[in-house]
């Protein structure tokens, strides 16, 4: 059984900067894309960056394009988002999942195997 647990979220100021993490078992982390999601209060998930299991490609949305980094430790089983320069619109619930399907990184949620719990994250103004 597949297993995504996150760690990381908090409070912090805007301006501040937070890392997040998601630890993966029961599976190859080799073979997995894997994407970290958002859902603010009364919006749907989107997703905010992703990376396929080659490590070859990468996408961050547009709002956060400069500011946060999405990266992986093979050896750990985890990926990382690392948050900076944080805004207040960056409050939500974020979510890590995995794709096991293929080499890519996809946008739309129902893609996506597997989920972790959510961690929150709040940025005061």
């Known amino acids: 059984q597949v297993q995504l647990v996150e760690s990381g979220g908090g409070l912090v100021q805007a301006g501040g900067s937070l890392r997040l993490s998601c630890s993966v078992s029961?599976?190859?982390?080799?073979?997995?894309?894997m994407g970290w999601f958002r859902q603010a209060p009364g919006k749907e998930h989107e997703i905010v960056a992703g990376?396929?299991?080659?490590?070859?490609?990468?996408y961050y949305v547009d709002s956060v394009k400069g500011r946060f980094t999405i990266s992986r430790d093979i050896a750990k089983n985890t990926v990382y988002l690392q948050m900076n320069s944080l805004k207040p619109e960056d409050t939500a619930v974020y979510f890590c999942?995995?794709?096991?399907?293929?080499?890519?990184?996809?946008?739309?949620?129902?893609?996506?195997?597997?989920w972790g719990q959510g961690a929150q994250v709040t940025v005061s103004s």
């Open positions: 999942a995995a794709y096991a399907m293929s080499d890519s990184v996809p946008l739309a949620s129902d893609r996506y195997d597997f």
């Open positions: 029961g599976r190859a982390f080799s073979r997995l894309s």
């Open positions: 990376v396929s299991w080659s490590g070859l490609r990468t």
